[in-house]
């Protein structure tokens, strides 16, 4: 089991530009969430998937943000135009939804680490 | 959305103090979680508690999941410097919810 993988590990682009941050989610989970951490807010989860439909975006910060799962298999998070404040690093995690016990699910990837100058 | 608090919301100790941290929210849940985070990485879940009252052990860390519902306590016993990280409490019901985080640092 290879865990989520996210790509890129870091990210350092200018302001006003494009940034697409994508995940892999554990093969078999059926739910997928987008978080970003940051020293004063800590972790926020701005939208999560189940089935590859997205359920909640009331975390997305603003109309610059925009989340797609387009298979089972992959999903991406996309900053358009990018922005400083943009800068966190920002995690993806899966889980199975169909286990009750936490134990089982809910992996986090290793992160994006996006720098926004 | 909702959060959970965390304290204390960070910790300087020698190598071999015992730690304690806590987790309160104005919500009841009904399981209590704790991650570690290591620098760099994602955070990894260390122990799970499902019901209130109960008392779990992974090793050197114990948590217990309060009476009320609406906190949980994790102390390590006998800290080493591979503890050192982040520690974040999560608590669920329709979502996941995350502590504001411990950071905890472990001098040799």
């Known amino acids: 089991d290879a865990g989520v993988i996210q790509s890129p590990r870091h990210e350092v682009t200018e302001m006003g530009q494009e940034v697409t941050l994508r995940c892999k989610p554990i093969s078999g989970h059926n739910s997928l969430f987008w978080y970003r951490q940051t020293m004063m807010r800590g972790l926020e989860l701005l939208i999560y998937f189940n089935n590859n439909v997205p359920i909640d975006d009331s975390g997305m910060p603003e109309d610059r943000f925009s989340a797609k799962m387009p298979n089972a298999s992959f999903s991406t998070l996309k900053i358009q135009p990018s922005e400083p404040r943009d800068s966190a690093v920002y995690f993806c995690?899966?889980?199975?939804?169909?286990?009750?016990?936490?134990?089982?699910?809910?992996?986090f990837g290793s992160g994006t680490r996006l720098t926004v100058v | 959305g909702q959060q959970l608090n965390q304290s204390p919301q960070s910790m300087f100790i020698q190598e071999g103090e015992d730690v304690s941290m806590n987790c309160t929210s104005s919500s009841i849940f009904n399981t209590w979680l704790w991650y570690k985070q290591d620098p760099g990485e994602g955070p990894v879940l260390l122990i799970a508690l499902y019901k209130a009252g109960e008392l779990t052990s992974n090793g050197r860390l114990t948590a217990q999941f309060g009476i009320t519902r609406k906190d949980s306590f994790l102390n390590i016993s006998a800290s080493i410097p591979s503890d050192v990280g982040i520690y974040f409490c999560?608590?669920?019901?329709?979502?996941?919810?995350f502590g504001t985080g411990t950071s905890l640092t472990v001098i040799p």
């Open positions: 999560a608590g669920t019901g329709n979502q996941f919810y």
């Open positions: 995690a899966s889980r199975d939804v169909t286990r009750t016990d936490p134990l089982y699910g809910y992996t």
